[in-house]
């Protein structure tokens, strides 16, 4: 698996186009992800990933960054064992497809704000 491109709005992952939020759970693209709170990330959004166990979630916060994390999401999420990384969705593109190659896709989940 490999996400292949991104820009605003538009994720294409192994030659498929996705434009709604999407998660990737032990290489199982999610499509049309919605969060509780629209542009707040919150534990309770990410019920799937945790109970997947991987060692990381990578986080595509947007292409401008407006996604916010809940103050406590990495608290939370360290004390299940889970590494976060919340970075822009350019970047994290880029970390997600860096860390299956190291560590497999078992290890690794990816949520992904695709517009702002």
């Keep these: 698996m490999k996400i292949e491109f991104y820009r605003f709005g538009q994720m294409i992952i192994d030659g498929k186009k996705y434009t709604s939020d999407l998660k990737i759970i ?3 693209i999610i499509p049309n992800w919605w ?3 629209g542009h707040l990330l919150q534990i309770e959004d990410l019920q799937d990933i945790i109970d ?11 292409a401008n960054d407006l996604m916010r994390l809940a103050p406590n999401l ?3 999420l360290g004390k299940l064992g889970i590494r976060l990384e919340a970075i822009s969705t350019a970047l994290a593109m880029e970390r997600f497809n860096e860390l299956i190659k190291l560590q497999g896709l078992e290890n690794i989940a990816g949520a992904f704000h695709l517009t702002c």
């Design 35 to 37: 969060r509780k709170q």
């Design 74 to 76: 990495a608290t939370e």
């Design 26 to 28: 032990k290489g199982e």
């Design 52 to 62: 997947a166990k991987p060692h990381t979630l990578v986080v595509g916060t947007g």
